[in-house]
């Protein structure tokens, strides 16, 4: 079995506690890696040495042209090396392989895209109410970012905060999900090819609530990224506040995706399929509410029905496979305590429902793709995040009730409306209280655009130019350009 050791200072090491646990493949149930479980010593080593390297030379003093070029380095090595850290992704969280292969490229895209944005932050020059000063912005780096990753991608979701943090002159520590740790391990290996000075790039693993907490409270630590569940979120962003340190938090979802009688069927009910089948529904921004206009509703459901039901269900090692298992133990039963309490709260279970084991399902770790019928915006099904591959059908009558629907909830993160109507898809765009509305599709992202929650699915944005502000704090300068004859008691 593999065993793997912590990154730190540019140095492989063991951990502090000279204790390792497993990781289990979801499919098989195997374990088949060991994981260092680093302690507080470990995080107060990689924190300290990702703050000496934030003031060292070699990185303090390193153009911004010569930051984009090691990020495009790093790019290059993740495309060079993406069909094995794809596998070892997808053995590790047991995601699709079909999915899992375009997110990594898609890490590469991240990698590129912050690179070049990293020579393009420009302050500006503030033109003063007064005659006497010169006065001008620039943007600086924060220090040491503390990154924190869930289970469900990894490598993406990582690459989320660190282009951007690096690309700003930040340096960083990343702390994996304890579930799935080894393709950042991986990972961290291409930083080390690619060149960063030693402490820029740290990966430090082990568990939330030990060595993350550690990382988050550590005086020197400046941000912290989070993407995660709320429990988690809020105890880092209290932590975080008692220290006024700056965090984004990356939150959960209950996005409702709205299907209106005048959409394309064949698209709208592709893209429900996609909103909640794909990736098992363990995506944070999964459609998970399905919103469908009265007079479409028994039609829709029909032809819903019949596709999900044709998903071949497996293996996710191969490229066929459509549907894979559920990555966690208590995920899988919480999914079905979750399904239980839908049933018990008056919910018409049309499709799923059950767990699925037996030949083809590995060591049985399935939730059969679920739909839920007559369910009521009130339940708790239609309001709690189930992260697992269950859909609530919630019916409406037009617009206004549609968009009441999806906006009652506590979460804000995204939205999908199918209409061919465009004065309809606009109507909705402006009132829905989310972070990313698709019109006519369903969880597209890109580096290229901002995505993050309104109201508690999260604080801040990763992706697009605004991302890099997350990372990056402005200094005011004002310079005299004629000498001060007043009286400097008075001064103001
Ligand atoms: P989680 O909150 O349990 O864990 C996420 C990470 O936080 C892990 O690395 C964990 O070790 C760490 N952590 C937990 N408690 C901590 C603490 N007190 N201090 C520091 N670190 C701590 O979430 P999860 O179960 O791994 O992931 C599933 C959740 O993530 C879902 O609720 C989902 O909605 C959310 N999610 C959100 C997004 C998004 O972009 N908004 C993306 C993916 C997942």
């Given at each position: 079995?593999k065993?793997?050791?912590l990154?730190?200072?540019?140095?492989?090491?063991?951990?502090?506690?000279?204790?390792?646990?497993?990781?289990?493949?979801?499919?098989s149930?195997?374990?088949?890696?060991?994981?260092?479980?680093?302690?507080?010593?470990?995080?107060?080593?990689?924190?300290?040495?990702?703050?000496?390297?934030?003031?060292?030379p070699?990185?303090?003093?390193?153009?911004?042209a010569?930051?984009?070029?090691l990020?495009?380095?790093?790019?290059?090595?993740?495309?060079?090396?993406?069909?094995?850290?794809?596998?070892?992704?997808?053995?590790?969280?047991?995601?699709?392989?079909?999915?899992?292969?375009?997110?990594?490229?898609?890490?590469?895209?991240?990698?590129?895209?912050y690179?070049?944005?990293?020579?393009?932050?420009?302050?500006?020059?503030?033109?003063?109410p007064?005659?006497?000063?010169?006065?001008?912005?620039?943007?600086?780096?924060?220090?040491?970012?503390?990154?924190?990753?869930?289970?469900?991608?990894?490598?993406?979701?990582?690459?989320?905060?660190?282009?951007?943090?690096?690309?700003a002159?930040?340096?960083?520590?990343?702390?994996?999900?304890?579930?799935?740790?080894?393709?950042?391990?991986?990972?961290?290996?291409?930083?080390?090819?690619?060149?960063?000075?030693?402490?820029?790039?740290?990966?430090?693993?082990?568990?939330?609530?030990d060595?993350?907490?550690?990382?988050?409270?550590?005086?020197?630590?400046?941000?912290?990224?989070?993407?995660?569940?709320?429990?988690?979120?809020?105890?880092?962003?209290?932590?975080?506040?008692?220290?006024?340190?700056?965090?984004t938090?990356?939150?959960?979802?209950?996005?409702p995706?709205?299907?209106?009688?005048?959409?394309?069927m064949?698209q709208?009910?592709?893209?429900?399929?996609?909103?909640?089948?794909?990736?098992?529904?363990?995506?944070?921004?999964?459609?998970?509410?399905l919103?469908?206009?009265d007079?479409?509703?028994?039609?829709?459901?029909?032809r819903?029905?019949?596709?999900?039901?044709?998903?071949?269900i497996?293996?996710?090692?191969?490229?066929?496979?459509?549907v894979?298992?559920?990555?966690?133990?208590?995920?899988?039963e919480?999914?079905?305590?979750?399904?239980?309490?839908?049933?018990a709260?008056g919910?018409?279970?049309?499709?799923?429902g059950?767990?699925?084991?037996?030949?083809g399902?590995?060591?049985?770790?399935?939730?059969?793709?679920?739909?839920?019928?007559?369910?009521?915006?009130?339940?708790?099904?239609?309001?709690?995040?189930?992260f697992g591959?269950?859909?609530?059908?919630?019916?409406?009558?037009?617009?206004?009730?549609?968009?009441?629907?999806?906006?009652?909830?506590?979460?804000?993160?995204?939205?999908?409306?199918?209409?061919?109507?465009?004065?309809?898809?606009?109507?909705?765009?402006?009132?829905?209280r989310?972070?990313?509305?698709?019109v006519?599709?369903?969880?597209?992202?890109?580096?290229?655009?901002?995505?993050?929650g309104?109201?508690?699915?999260?604080?801040?944005?990763?992706?697009?130019?605004?991302?890099?502000?997350?990372?990056?704090?402005?200094?005011?300068?004002?310079?005299?350009?004629?000498?001060?004859r007043?009286?400097?008691?008075?001064?103001?």
């Amino acid at each position: 079995m593999k065993r793997y050791e912590l990154f730190i200072d540019g140095k492989w090491c063991a951990p502090s506690s000279n204790e390792w646990f497993e990781t289990i493949e979801p499919y098989s149930g195997q374990a088949w890696a060991e994981i260092p479980r680093a302690t507080k010593a470990d995080a107060d080593h990689a924190v300290e040495a990702a703050h000496r390297a934030f003031l060292s030379p070699e990185w303090a003093d390193m153009s911004a042209a010569r930051r984009g070029a090691l990020l495009r380095k790093l790019a290059d090595l993740v495309e060079a090396n993406a069909d094995h850290l794809g596998r070892i992704e997808q053995r590790d969280n047991g995601k699709l392989i079909a999915e899992v292969s375009g997110q990594v490229r898609n890490v590469a895209g991240w990698f590129h895209y912050y690179a070049g944005l990293a020579d393009k932050v420009a302050g500006s020059v503030v033109p003063m109410p007064r005659p006497d000063v010169f006065n001008y912005t620039k943007y600086e780096p924060l220090g040491v970012v503390v990154a924190i990753t869930p289970w469900n991608s990894p490598l993406a979701l990582n690459s989320w905060k660190m282009a951007p943090a690096l690309a700003a002159g930040n340096t960083i520590v990343i702390k994996p999900s304890e579930f799935t740790s080894a393709s950042l391990l991986e990972f961290a290996m291409l930083a080390e090819e690619a060149g960063f000075p030693k402490g820029v790039v740290n990966v430090v693993t082990g568990f939330g609530a030990d060595v993350g907490d550690a990382l988050v409270r550590h005086p020197k630590t400046a941000k912290i990224a989070f993407t995660g569940g709320e429990i988690g979120g809020r105890a880092v962003n209290e932590a975080a506040a008692s220290d006024f340190k700056k965090v984004t938090l990356e939150l959960g979802g209950k996005s409702p995706n709205i299907v209106f009688d005048d959409a394309d069927m064949d698209q709208a009910v592709r893209g429900a399929v996609a909103g909640i089948f794909a990736a098992t529904g363990q995506t944070c921004m999964a459609g998970s509410r399905l919103l469908l206009q009265d007079s479409i509703h028994d039609k829709f459901i029909e032809r819903l029905v019949l596709l999900a039901k044709s998903a071949r269900i497996g293996d996710p090692s191969k490229m066929e496979t459509e549907v894979g298992p559920v990555a966690t133990r208590p995920q899988f039963e919480k999914i079905l305590r979750m399904i239980e309490m839908a049933k018990a709260e008056g919910a018409r279970c049309i499709l799923g429902g059950h767990a699925l084991s037996g030949e083809g399902y590995g060591q049985g770790q399935f939730v059969a793709p679920t739909i839920f019928v007559d369910v009521t915006n009130e339940m708790k099904i239609a309001q709690q995040e189930v992260f697992g591959p269950v859909l609530s059908i919630i019916r409406f009558k037009d617009e206004d009730d549609a968009i009441r629907i999806a906006n009652d909830v506590v979460f804000g993160l995204a939205a999908g409306v199918w209409t061919q109507n465009l004065h309809r898809a606009l109507y909705c765009v402006d009132r829905i209280r989310a972070g990313t509305v698709w019109v006519n599709n369903y969880r597209s992202t890109s580096f290229a655009t901002p995505f993050g929650g309104y109201k508690r699915s999260g604080l801040g944005r990763e992706g697009g130019v605004e991302a890099i502000k997350e990372y990056l704090q402005v200094k005011s300068v004002w310079i005299t350009t004629k000498p001060d004859r007043k009286n400097p008691f008075a001064l103001g």
